[in-house]
């Protein structure tokens, strides 16, 4: 587990740094999932690409999903896609330029790319025609969301983010230098719900704590997985504890 993780951050690092380094390969997406009839899946040209996006849903409340690093709508939004209340949602799952199914162009990692899939998650929003839009966005979709939140205030209704940092550490000035999104987060406006995972290997605690001091009225949410003792009838023989999952906030 610990070699899993530490190679998961090493990943996070080469990627941030490969804007001095390019020609870092994001992996080809596969064919697009069977969710069935209800989700469309489609390209909008936006910003001179060509974006693709997942859609389902007809309520009167949009709802943008943002993927994290290397992630796109399908691979990172199945449960919300399928389960997100369709009358009251309209949910549109994308792939940022690069990424996915939005190829091309290929990935790359220019020092303004947050700014940048900023600008094309609310330039695709703006192409469908929507009104207003709130946002759930994890890891490198949370930073994007919060950008997007700070540049378009009157656009942006909600947002939910998990897993988001707002600056790099110290330790990580030699790789990576530079603000990520910290100085915007005052200009934020829109109800915002700050999701943390306790046990997050990359993202640790003290971030969540910075974004939920400066975004204005914000609400944080440490969560974590914890086991939980299994009732007598379903132990199996010899095992006195089994996990068991469940987010407790």
């Known amino acids: 587990m610990a070699a899993a993780l530490g190679a998961r951050a090493a990943r996070r690092l080469r990627l941030l740094l490969s804007a001095l380094k390019p020609g870092i390969q994001v992996p080809r997406a596969g064919p697009a999932a069977a969710f069935g009839s209800s989700v469309t899946s489609a390209k909008a040209e936006v910003n001179g690409v060509h974006l693709h996006y997942l859609r389902t849903g007809d309520g009167e409340h949009a709802v943008l999903l943002l993927p994290g690093m290397l992630g796109s709508g399908e691979t990172d939004f199945g449960p919300q896609i399928e389960k997100l209340n369709k009358k009251l949602f309209t949910v549109v ?4 330029r690069g990424y996915g199914h939005s190829r091309p162009p290929d990935r790359d990692f220019p020092v303004d790319f947050f700014e940048r899939d900023a600008k094309d998650a609310i330039g695709l929003m703006k192409t469908l025609k929507f009104k207003k839009v709130s946002l759930l966005g994890w890891s490198d979709g949370g930073i994007t969301a919060l950008i997007a939140a700070a540049w378009y205030p009157s656009y942006v209704s909600k947002m939910v983010i998990w897993g988001a940092n707002a600056y790099v550490t110290e330790q990580d000035a030699e790789i990576y230098q530079g603000s990520i999104c910290r100085d915007l987060l005052p200009l934020v406006q829109c109800p915002t719900l700050i999701v943390h995972g306790e046990k997050d290997p990359l ?21 974590h997985l914890r086991e939980e003792p299994v009732p007598q009838n379903h132990r199996r023989a010899g095992s006195a504890r089994q996990p068991r999952a469940r987010w407790r906030a």
């Open 93 to 96: 799952a994308w792939d940022p």
């Open 203 to 223: 993202v640790p605690r003290f971030h969540a704590d910075f974004l939920h001091r400066h975004v204005r009225g914000s609400r944080l949410k440490h969560v």
